[in-house]
T-cell receptor
Framework: AQSVTQPDIHITVSEGASLELRCNYS??????LFWYVQSPGQGLQLLLK??????LVQGIKGFEAEFKRSQSSFNLRKPSVHWSDAAEYFCAVDGNKLVFGAGTILRVKS | DAGVIQSPRHEVTEMGQEVTLRCKPISGHDYLFWYRQTMMRGLELLIYFNNNVPIDDSGMPEDRFSAKMPNASFSTLKIQPSEPRDSAVYFC????????????FGQGTRLTVV
């Protein structure tokens, strides 16, 4: 069975600081991995995805994520957070169906 | 394309009533997913369809929930009878290929059962 764990429910960072959101997955083979962002009252928007090849993937809005097979992780990073990045972030894995983690709420303080 | 369209955006109903949520996927997409989002349980996959055929409904919480996709451009999620614990935001998403392309989400239906 496939599953996704996002260990941090809430994270608060200062504007301009770096960000790392953690994601661990469980799946028997190499999965397809995604990060989505959800703004209040909205649906989810894709930030980036990993299928194969380079383990460091670039996404929209200056986000990137690194796939580490040995750690079963796919952490999301951004070098400098902007106030508009405040939202909820979901990691997702697609083995035979698209399953989401519980989400991490990002707060940005000025 | 206008994206995935869900209706209604908000629904308030009394316990015991039937509720029908609607979704129009993006034209040409052959996968459709129904998710439920709550504070307690996060984003749960309820059911998904491929080419209008239900593939996996293991996430449907109980028999009160049913979903149909009579054609490629329309799907419904029905709850009968509804209960207060069904209150949640229900999302529909569609994608051209389940595994390697972006899933596009509708804006959701916020259901409140009183």
């Amino acid at each position: 069975a496939q599953s996704v764990t996002q260990p941090d429910i809430h994270i608060t960072v200062s504007e301009g600081a770096s960000l790392e959101l953690r994601c661990n997955y469980s799946y028997g083979a190499t999965p397809y991995l995604f990060w989505y962002v959800q703004s209040p009252g909205q649906g989810l928007q894709l930030l980036l995805k990993y299928f194969s090849g380079d383990t460091l993937v670039q996404g929209i809005k200056g986000f990137e994520a690194e796939f580490k097979r040995s750690q079963s992780s796919f952490n999301l990073r951004k070098p400098s957070v902007h106030w508009s990045d405040a939202a909820e972030y979901f990691c997702a894995v697609d083995g035979n169906k698209l399953v989401f983690g519980a989400g991490t709420i990002l707060r940005v303080k000025s | 394309d206008a994206g995935v369209i869900q209706s209604p955006r908000h629904e308030v109903t009394e316990m015991g009533q039937e509720v029908t949520l609607r979704c129009k996927p993006i034209s040409g997409h052959d996968y459709l997913f129904w998710y439920r989002q709550t504070m307690m349980r996060g984003l749960e996959l309820l059911i998904y369809f491929n080419n209008n055929v239900p593939i996996d409904d293991s996430g449907m919480p109980e028999d009160r929930f049913s979903a149909k996709m009579p054609n490629a451009s329309f799907s419904t999620l029905k709850i009968q009878p509804s209960e207060p614990r069904d209150s949640a935001v229900y999302f529909c998403a569609s994608t051209h290929n389940s595994r390697n392309t972006e899933a596009f989400f509708g804006q959701g239906t916020r259901l409140t059962v009183v």
